[in-house]
Structure formats: C-alpha cells, structure tokens
C-alpha cells in the first residue's frame, strides 16, 4: 500500500510545469542555492545558540571550498564559519557562528562599512541584485546598510535588517533577522575577514555562493506550501510523505510517523468497556511496540536514504531502516517525480512497522472478542436448553410420581 500511495501522489503532481517553474525544481546547484528550514523554536537576537536547536545539527562549514578570494595563503583557523538559516512567521532568520582569530571592528572615524570584518547579504529578484552589509563598531546590535551601485554615494541604513554581534572566545556569533517582503527568489551571504587594524584590507571572503565564478547568488529554497496543500489532500493516517528535488533537498512534508493505539468508536462505550475486561487476556496474544518514540525534532534539508538515487533515476524502491534510537523500523517507498518524462525529484512515503503492528493487534483483539463473545453466548444457549431438558424430565418425573400409586399401580386418568 506504500507503493501505491507514493504511486498516486507522484501521479497528482506529475506535468505540473507552472507549479514545479514556481516552485523553483529546476536549475538547481547545490553548492550555491540557500535552503530554509522551519524553525522549530522562537529565535531571540541575543547572539546564543540555544534556540537554534535542533535544527543546529543541521548547520553547514564554510571554509576553504567555498573560498571567493584571499590575500596569501588561506588558513583555516584565520576563517571558518558554520551558518543556518530558516523561516519563522515573516522573518527569515540567519546564524553565522564565526572562527576569526582577530575580530576587527568598524572604526568610528570613517564612513567606510567594507574596512572591517563584516557581513555582505546579496538579494536577487527579478528586478536585478541589492547589496546589503553588516558590521559593528563593538559587540551588540546591528543594522544593515543597502549599498550603492555607485561607489561615490553613500549606504543607505536599513533598519528592517536587524542583527545582534556576539563576541566569543573563537571569534564572534552573528544573528541576523530579515522581513521576508524584503527577499527576492536568489540570495547569498559572504562573510569578509580584515586582519590589520592599520591597512584594514579584506583578507579573505568566505561565501555561500562562489560569486567569483558566478555574480548570481544562489536559489533561496524552502519548503513548498503549494505542494503541500495537494500533499493534505492525498495523506494516509500514521504515514508521512516527502517530496524530494534533484538534489535530495526535502522540499514539501505532510503527515507524521507517530502512531498510537487505534481508538475505539467514541459512541461505542459497551465495545470500550469490553476492551478493558478483556486487556488482561489480549496481552497473552498480542505484539506490544512502542507508541512513543524519538522522531526526528527538525525537518532535515536532505534525505539521504537507500532507494532516493534509484528513485531519482527513474526507478521504483522500497526500503527500510532503523530510526536514531534503534527501536523503531520505517519502512519506505519511493516513487520517481516526472515532468514531460524527465525525472525532477521523487515521492517518499514512510510508515513505521508500529502501524502495521497497530492493525494486527486491533484485528487480534477484535478476533478474541468475537471468539469469546460466541464462546459465551454459546455456552448460555447450551445452559438454556440443559435448563430445558432438566426442567422437562423433573416435570415427567413428577408427572410419573403422581400417577402411580405406592404399590405400583396406575390411576385411572
């Protein structure tokens, strides 16, 4: 039935050009395009790394492959950062956790906002590109500042970019919180590192997206709510279905793999009070699992799963594999995506083997019910007519006691 659920779903969406154009499946690179999670926390701007949790885990080192220039030799240690980044209600919300072994902050003499280590936000649109930056004179709060095309006018201060500039023992942590109406559909950050207090020239350039090979930022990405919305109308009870792209980014999620009890009918509260006299004798027969288990806290940015290439490549797999503590099995089933007969993604529908134990000891118990309840209405039609029986020969045998006389003679009737 996995196989056929993903079957249909990869059906509803198949040929769906304008939605998969909107969505944004096509033209992907992954080592430039931005995905956003949903955060599972409320992020405050304090510069700690508490809330980001747990989609921490999730957070990707930029070092020296995603190098867009530098003066000498690079060293690790000089710069390396992780980021994050993700959506809550309307902001999008970025972490930048710095290593810098010299944080060199803006000086207060000068006008210039690229003499110091600092933050440059690239934001793509239909429109053409804007240039945002974010720097500090000291640890505390920030604002961006739109750039100009011409370099003899002056930045402008945008106060809706907002940020807080954390210094640590390592380097410094950088939260910054942007209006997605700001947002086009391309974005990139790139952190610069000045190391000389004196010439406060750029050093180095780490970025998420090489824009020396490439000016254009990369894809910002995020979960489809569209997709979604067809994906609700196609959810199956205990199941959760995936959509993946080309590049085995989660793009679209319904459902979870949680799984109770299947209840009883509210309405059906003889059938419910059977259930409890009975629990004692289902659970000689039934396979006890677990309701409650560790899924995962955070939506993951990729999927990485045995039958996702096959799948990718045109192929229909099922698989399975053990979740993070090792008690629970997930069985998968994954079916290619198409669009006009090329692959752009594949359907993922999961189901734990708790459901399918759920079932199996629903249909036990009812078995048991049914069995014992024929057990005891057969045994109260044998006692009725045992009943019967016995009545009728007392009834004889009374008959017969009061039609002989004592000395073995019959009435006359």
């Known amino acids: 039935t996995l196989s056929l659920t993903a079957q249909a779903v990869s059906a509803a969406l198949t040929d769906r050009n304008d939605l998969f154009d909107r969505e944004q499946f096509h033209g992907l690179n992954q080592d430039r395009d931005l995905y956003l999670f949903q955060l599972s926390n409320i992020i405050r701007l304090d510069g700690q790394l508490d809330d980001w949790r747990p989609e921490l885990a999730e957070a990707e080192e930029f070092a020296r492959e995603h190098l ?208 409890e006299l009975m629990r004692p004798l289902y659970r000689f027969f039934i396979n006890p699992f677990l309701t409650e288990f560790k899924d995962q806290a955070s939506q993951p940015t990729e999927l990485d799963l045995k039958g996702i290439r096959e799948g990718l490549a045109g192929r229909h797999a099922v698989t399975s594999y053990l979740m993070e503590d090792g008690q629970v099995e997930v069985m998968a089933a994954i079916t290619p995506l198409y669009e006009q007969e090329q692959v752009i993604g594949a359907v993922v529908v999961e189901q734990t083997t708790n459901s399918i134990l759920s079932l199996s000891n629903r249909l036990i118990e009812e078995t048991i019910s049914l069995s014992v309840i024929a057990f005891l209405f057969g045994g109260c039609i044998l006692l009725f007519f045992a009943f019967r029986i016995s009545a009728r020969i007392r009834r004889l045998r009374n008959q017969a006691a009061s039609a002989i006389t004592p000395d073995g003679r019959i009435h006359n009737t």
């Open 68 to 275: 867009i220039s530098s003066e000498g030799n690079y060293v690790l240690q000089s710069l390396n950062f992780r980021h994050l980044a993700g959506k809550q209600d309307k902001y999008l919300y970025a972490l930048f956790d710095v290593q810098d072994d010299y944080v060199i902050y803006r000086s207060k003499n000068s006008l210039r906002l690229d003499r110091s280590d600092h933050l440059q936000i690239i934001i793509g649109d239909d429109k053409g590109q804007r240039k945002y930056l974010m720097t500090a004179y000291e640890p505390g709060w920030v604002n961006g500042f739109l750039m100009p095309d011409v370099p003899i006018k002056f930045p402008v201060s945008e106060q809706r970019i907002q940020g807080v500039w954390n210094q640590t023992d390592s380097g410094y942590i950088l939260e910054i919180r942007i209006p997605l109406e700001l947002l086009g559909n391309k974005l990139a950050f790139t952190i610069a590192d000045v190391d000389d207090i004196e010439s406060r020239d750029i050093k180095a350039l780490i970025g998420t997206s090489n824009l020396k090979e490439d000016k254009a930022p990369g894809l910002l990405l995020t979960t489809s709510t569209p997709i979604e919305e067809i994906l609700k109308s196609l959810d199956r009870p205990y199941a959760r279905i995936r959509i993946v792209d080309r590049n085995q980014r989660v793009r679209a999620q319904v459902g979870s793999l949680r799984t109770t009890e299947i209840p009883q009918e509210q309405g059906d509260k003889l059938s419910g009070r059977i259930n």
